[in-house]
């Protein structure tokens, strides 16, 4: 069992920037890759990002792809996503996710723990 816990959040305008973390404890971190997640208010939870293991591989949904950076340091069981010319779209709750699976994992049902999540609002 793993656990995680998001951080980073809050209120940003149109082209700012923000890093969320997720910190995890329990089970061995790096035997993990790990994902990012987004809910946006009535819409399906979607697939930001992913990341493996040894952090030598990542891959984007095309909506994030060239702004978003998915980064992890397994030295302190800590995966990031680095969010920079946020639009107003990216608003939603972004969840970090783990999974054992290996290839590119970007089925919400194929990552087997949970963080709580943490709430990202751009104004326009």
């Known amino acids: 069992q793993v656990q995680l816990v998001e951080s980073g959040g809050g209120l940003v305008q149109a082209g700012g920037s923000l890093r969320l973390s997720c910190a995890a404890s329990?089970?061995?971190?790096?035997?993990?890759?790990m994902g990012w997640f987004r809910q946006a208010p009535g819409k399906e939870r979607e697939f930001v990002a992913r990341?493996?293991?040894?952090?030598?591989?990542?891959y984007y949904a095309d909506s994030v792809k060239g702004r978003f950076t998915i980064s992890r340091d397994n030295a302190k069981d800590t995966v990031y996503l680095q969010m920079n010319s946020l639009k107003p779209e990216d608003t939603a709750v972004y969840y970090c996710?783990?999974?054992?699976?290996?290839?590119?994992?970007?089925?919400?049902?194929?990552?087997?723990?949970w963080g709580q999540g943490t709430q990202v609002t751009v104004s326009s």
């Open positions: 996710a783990a999974t054992l699976r290996l290839g590119t994992v970007v089925a919400g049902s194929r990552y087997d723990h």
């Open positions: 329990g089970r061995t971190f790096s035997s993990y890759a």
């Open positions: 990341i493996s293991w040894s952090g030598g591989s990542t």
